[in-house]
Nanobody, 128 residues
Framework: QVQLVESGGGLVQAGKSLRLSCTAS????????MGWFRQTPGNEREFVAT????????HYADSAAGRFAVSRDNTKNTVDLQMNSLKPDDTALYFC?????????????????????WGQGTQVTVSS
């Protein structure tokens, strides 16, 4: 079992930046691909970014590419999402998720159901 806790959300004006963090605890000796997703009321969780345990295998949603940057520190069991040039459309509940790497290529990195563990989310609100 892995427990994930997100932090860093808040209310910001459009054009500003926020840095989200996700801290893992529990069975952290295993290797996990980490993902960030977001969700607005009435909608499904939307893929934002992912990063493999190695630090490679980085992918972004089209809406995040060029503005967001995902990084991780395996020594601290943390994964961060730096969000720049925020837009009102970025307003959502942001979730951190972990996928246990099983020694094969993880093709489902943009699919929420492919992740094994989830945090409770942190709210990001961007005002215009």
């Amino acid at each position: 079992q892995v427990q994930l806790v997100e932090s860093g959300g808040g209310l910001v004006q459009a054009g500003k930046s926020l840095r989200l963090s996700c801290t893992a605890s529990g069975r952290t000796s295993d290797k996990y691909t980490m993902g960030w997703f977001r969700q607005t009321p009435g909608n499904e969780r939307e893929f934002v970014a992912t990063i493999a345990w190695s630090g490679r295998g980085v992918h972004y949603a089209d809406s995040a590419a060029g503005r967001f940057a995902v990084s991780r520190d395996n020594t601290k069991n943390t994964v961060d999402l730096q969000m720049n040039s925020l837009k009102p459309d970025d307003t959502a509940l942001y979730f951190c998720a972990a996928h246990l790497e099983r020694g094969v290529y993880f093709a489902g990195w943009r699919i929420a159901d492919e992740y094994d563990y989830w945090g409770q989310g942190t709210q990001v609100t961007v005002s215009s």
